[in-house]
Structures are given as C-alpha cells and as structure tokens.
C-alpha cells in the first residue's frame, strides 16, 4: 500500500488520505473550506448586528489557544467534565462492548483517552472516528493516539458535525457510540440544538448510543469568570478570528482596535461572546470585496455557549432519544448524558 496516497473517497466531496496502516483521513477541499468561511464572512460582517460563527474559532492556533483555556483555573468546564467521565465510564463500557466510536468535535481528544482505557480493558481493537473541522488538531491528536494505543485504528474526519456523521453512517454499519463533549451542543440556539439532537438519532441505529456532556445553567460570577480568564487567554482566542480572516481573506484588521467582550445573558441562559469596536473605523477584506464599517462599540457575535436546565435538556431530546444515564458532579454544574435513539 502506498501510504502517501491521496485519493477521492466515494463521497465526491471528500479526499481520502492514508498515512498509516491504522489511520486514515477523510478531508474537505480546502476551495470547499474557502468558499465556505468567506461566504459567513461577508453575510455575517454585512449584517446588522454583525456576526461570525463559532466553528470558525478553531484555526491551527485558536485550536492552540482553546487547549490552553481549558488549563485556566477559571475554566472549570473540562475539569469538572473529565471527573465526571472518570466516575462513569467503566459502566458505559459495560452498556458499550461492541461496534465502533465516533467523537464529534474531538479536538486534542484528552477526554476521549478517558473513553479509550475503559473500552480496552474490555476488548482487544476498536476503531475511532474522530470528526473535526480543524484540520491540524485532528492530525496531531490522532498521530498521538495511534502512537499510544497499538490496537486502535483511526478515521479522522475534517469536516462539520452533520457532514462528517453522515459520512461514517456510509461508511460503516457498526454499531456507533457517538460522542459530543465540552458541552460543544451549546453553541446552537435551543431549536438549533432540538434539530441538531434528531439529526444524530436519524444517523445511528437501534442499539447505537449518544454520550454528550453539558454545561448547566450556574451562579452567573461562575459563568462571567470561566469566559473571561485571568490571563486573557479567552480574549486572545477570541481576537484570533480577525487574525483569520485577515490570513485566509486577506483582510486588514487591527485586533487591537477590538476588545473582547463575554458575558452571562441570564434570560437567553447564554453566555454570549463578542468584539467590540474600540473606535469608529472601517475594514478591508479583499477576499470578500468588501469594506466593512464599525460605529464605535459595535460588536461582533462570535459565539454562544447555551447553558442548560434539567428540564431543557428532557425537552430538547425527547423526541429523538430516551435516556439510559445521567451523571453528574456534586455541585451539578455539568451533565453527562447517555442515550439510546428512538427509532
Ligand atoms: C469546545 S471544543 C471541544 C473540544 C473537546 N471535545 C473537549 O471537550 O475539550 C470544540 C471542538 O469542536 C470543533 N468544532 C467546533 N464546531 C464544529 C463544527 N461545526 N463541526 C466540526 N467540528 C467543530 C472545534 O474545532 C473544536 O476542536
């Protein structure tokens, strides 16, 4: 086999790529991935108020940068998550003993090697699915694991959730336990989320199972903190969005005439955050045509991080899923959630 082949998988939207025996890619175009993130560039600067998705965070070194949140004593997300799945896995491995596993969103995969050590006292191989639009974490954390783990084989998947799970339900009839963690289903508006919950189920088989992990609703000082750490390390992630498009789209943005700005919104129970205009000042990115204009203190809405009630969490998949288990800490400030489709 010759390992640096690259190929079109079957699905014509994806390039397949061998690297190893045990692991192989499937990726976007990256004229798909342009033409993408130009289009949400220019709809969501030319709309009032302006907006940016958060998918589009996650570059090379905003995937950097989000590692070095989770470190941050503020954030206490991924701790608290990680205990958590500590506690509970051994049962989910039971409940889990055959098929393969999927992870959405799966970043440096800490979490995962959690998931990984419970399943393999229990067997001999297992395939992983990791699906990831940042195309160099996904790499680097998958070489990592192939290096870790003898009798584990990977498919990394560059691409949105809904593309990548769509392309491993083609790929593979196995059984699937997928998982979403860091309360990554927050960043969808509630309807969003209900949609997004279905579109999982209608993905995986009878017997299948979904784990996802969600942040609860809190004390809002727990919540103004844990976005706005100490060190700024959430502002620099933040601030590197304008560094993308200024990289990706030739743009000219002077971050520094940004200011990060991350709150609690305890009606919409979000934390939502934004760019804030320093001054009055206008912007030009080449690679969309377009001068953008600020007023100052205008922002731009680059994410939401919806946190969550019991009783939102039972609205939001009852359609969709029954629940087998929840987990939880002791201060019930985050929710690991294990469910089988309603099919
Ligand atoms: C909040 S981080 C969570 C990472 C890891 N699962 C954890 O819990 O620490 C979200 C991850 O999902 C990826 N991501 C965000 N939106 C995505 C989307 N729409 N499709 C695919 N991946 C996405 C990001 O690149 C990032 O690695």
């Known amino acids: 086999m010759d390992l640096s082949d690259i190929n079109m998988a079957s699905d014509q939207s994806f390039i397949k790529k061998l690297t190893h025996e045990r692991l192989k890619y499937y990726l976007t175009p990256s004229d798909h991935n342009y033409e993408a993130f130009s289009n949400i560039v220019e709809i969501g600067l030319t709309s009032k108020p302006k907006f940016l998705l958060p998918q589009y965070l996650y570059d090379e070194k905003g995937s950097k940068l989000f590692e070095l949140i989770t470190e941050q004593p503020e954030y206490y997300v991924t701790n608290v998550e990680i205990s958590i799945l500590e506690s509970s896995v ?158 990706e789209l030739n743009g000219n943005f002077n971050s520094e005439k940004f200011e990060h700005h991350a709150f609690y919104n305890e009606s919409k129970r979000r934390v ?43 609205n939001m998949i009852k359609e969709s899923f029954q629940i087998v288990k929840i987990w939880t800490d002791k201060k019930k400030w985050y929710s690991v959630i294990l469910m089988t489709p309603i099919k």
């Open 90 to 247: 051994n049962e989910i491995a039971d409940m889990y003993n055959e098929g393969i596993l999927v992870e959405l969103g799966s970043g440096n995969s800490r979490k995962t090697k959690v998931i990984l050590n419970a399943l393999f006292t229990r067997r001999d191989s297992l395939r992983y699915f990791p699906i990831d639009i940042s195309h160099k974490i996904l790499e680097e954390s998958s070489e990592a694991l192939l290096k870790e783990y003898q009798n584990l084989s990977i498919t990394g998947v560059v691409a949105e959730y809904n593309k990548g799970i769509t392309l491993i339900k083609k790929d593979t009839p196995s059984r699937k336990l997928v998982v979403l963690l860091g309360s990554s289903l927050g960043n969808f508006n509630p309807a969003e989320a209900k949609k997004f919950v279905k579109m999982i189920s209608d993905n995986i088989q009878d017997g299948d199972m979904f784990l996802i992990g969600l942040d609860m609703h809190k004390d809002s000082n727990i919540l103004n903190a844990a976005y706005n750490d100490s060190r700024g390390i959430t502002a620099q992630f933040n601030l590197n969005i304008l560094e993308r498009i200024n990289l």
């Open 272 to 314: 939502e955050m934004h760019l804030v205009s320093k001054v009055e000042q206008e912007v030009n990115i080449r690679g969309i045509k377009e001068i953008i204009k600020f007023k100052k203190d205008e922002s731009i809405h680059t994410e939401n991080s919806y946190k969550f009630t019991s009783e939102q969490i039972e």
